[in-house]
């Protein structure tokens, strides 16, 4: 069994930064992909970044350029810079742990992030 534990969320102003990390543990050797998703009062849950093992990222347009994702194998742990945050950003987010090779789909608990003046 494998657990997903996120921090670092909070309130914080437009325009500034927050990071979030999240923690995999269990019986595994490596994940292939872990990543962010986010979820707003009324909406889906949505991508907003992933990175696989070999470091190839993939982000939602609309957070290029204001976020990065970085991973640290070696923990099983992957992290979250959010910089230019906005309103539109305040949202539940939700870390992944997932490996099409060992049927892994894990997910956190979630962290709330709010933007707001």
């Known amino acids: 069994q494998v657990h997903v534990v996120e921090s670092g969320g909070g309130l914080v102003q437009p325009g500034g930064s927050l990071r979030l990390s999240c923690a995999a543990s269990?019986?595994?050797?490596?994940?292939?992909?872990m990543g962010w998703y986010r979820q707003a009062p009324g909406n889906q849950r949505e991508l907003v970044a992933t990175?696989?093992?070999?470091?190839?990222?993939n982000y939602a347009d609309s957070v290029k350029g204001r976020f990065t994702i970085s991973r640290d194998n070696a923990k099983d742990t992957v992290y979250l810079q959010m910089n230019s945050l906005k309103p539109e950003d305040t949202a539940v987010y939700y870390c992944?742990?997932?490996?099409?090779?060992?049927?892994?789909?894990?997910w956190g608990q979630g962290t709330l992030v709010s933007v707001s003046s």
């Open positions: 992944n742990a997932y490996d099409w090779a060992i049927g892994l789909d894990a």
């Open positions: 990175m696989i093992f070999d470091g190839t990222t």
């Open positions: 269990g019986s595994f050797l490596s994940i292939d992909t």
